[in-house]
């Protein structure tokens, strides 16, 4: 389906098959000289047919079109290569691009393979051959152009400022037109649904960075931000003061699960409220058995970087507990 949500501005809805998201806000600007797409739908036949058949339906003449990848999950960046095959343009945070390509090797996931012991997901069998961003990410590196912060696209009458967002990923990136007080933020802000705020490694409190830049996108002037999933928000502030409490209840919920004792990250998340279509956590499919123990172990960082939990790490297995 096809929406005009602006002047020059359209929403085509691509299918996410069999994925709890749904669907996909593939945005189109249309310039007098060049289009500008944000994102592109997981490498899936379903999701190139909904993509380029609406493309064709907006007349989008491919050989002046311009892609722009907010962030490295795959149902963002998936068919990037296609465009690349047009001989498009396609921008990037670097962060993220460098992270997209590296992903389209075997080598990038191996890594995920000691987050499933350290995690304590060896109970469950959890697979990386479940998760989504594995199976239908990239499969072959692509040239991005590098845009960061302080950087601006013009698409017509529109002149679009990128705005670094780091958080949902190391280096998502969103676009802002103050003008027309316009912008698209890929997964930062959703309406009914919440970011997934993820563990990406290392010792950084990832949490702590999204909040700050939730901050960011608070002080702006907007009339419509454009998510990639869900509805178009109109009061962007009452959205962003929503989640900080989701997040606020999310690690008060994790303390009061502490008091129990010593857990494993995906022990935590076995005893988290989640919004879900399963009777408990046996019947969570493998691969939101991964983003829960993730988005757990977010916040296990948080409460640890904030000097409220210890944690230890004993023959490659996590465990927190209360201070």
């Not at 892609?67 to 945070?93: P, V």
């Amino acid at each position: 389906m096809i929406t005009k949500v602006y002047d020059d501005i359209y929403k085509i809805d691509v299918s996410l098959p069999d994925n709890p998201l749904k669907s996909l806000n593939v945005y189109v600007i249309k310039g007098d000289k060049k289009s500008l797409v944000l994102d592109t739908g997981f490498n899936q036949k379903e999701c190139e047919t909904a993509l380029f058949d609406g493309l064709g339906d907006l007349n989008i003449d491919m050989s002046n079109v311009e892609l722009f990848i907010t962030h490295l999950h795959s149902d963002h960046s998936g068919m990037a290569h296609l465009f690349q095959e047009l001989g498009a343009k396609i921008y990037s945070g670097e962060v993220d691009g460098k992270l997209i390509n590296h992903m389209a090797s075997e080598e990038h996931w191996d890594r995920f393979e000691g987050e499933i012991k350290m995690f304590d997901l060896e109970k469950d069998k959890v697979t990386i051959s479940e998760h989504p961003g594995f199976k239908y990410r990239l499969t072959k590196p692509v040239d991005f152009t590098f845009i960061n912060e302080g950087k601006a696209i013009q698409i017509g009458k529109y002149f679009f400022e990128v705005i670094d967002l780091p958080g949902h990923t190391p280096g998502q990136v969103g676009l802002y037109e103050r003008n027309h007080k316009l912008f698209f933020g890929g997964d930062h802000v959703l309406d009914r649904i919440t970011p997934n705020i993820a563990y990406w490694g290392g010792d950084e409190n990832i949490l702590a960075t999204y909040l700050n830049s939730l901050g960011k996108v608070y002080s702006l002037d907007i009339d419509y931000l454009f998510p990639a999933h869900r509805n178009i928000i109109r009061d962007h502030t009452r959205r962003i003061n929503e989640l900080i409490l989701h997040h606020r209840e999310r690690l008060g919920e994790i303390l009061k699960i502490l008091k129990d004792g010593e857990s494993t990250v995906r022990d935590v998340a076995s005893k988290m409220e989640w919004r879900i279509r399963a009777k408990d956590w046996d019947d969570f499919p493998l691969a939101q058995k991964w983003f829960a123990s993730s988005e757990a172990m977010s916040h296990l960082e948080h409460l640890y970087h904030s000097g409220l939990i210890q944690k230890n790490l004993v023959h490659g297995k996590l465990y927190f507990k209360l201070k």
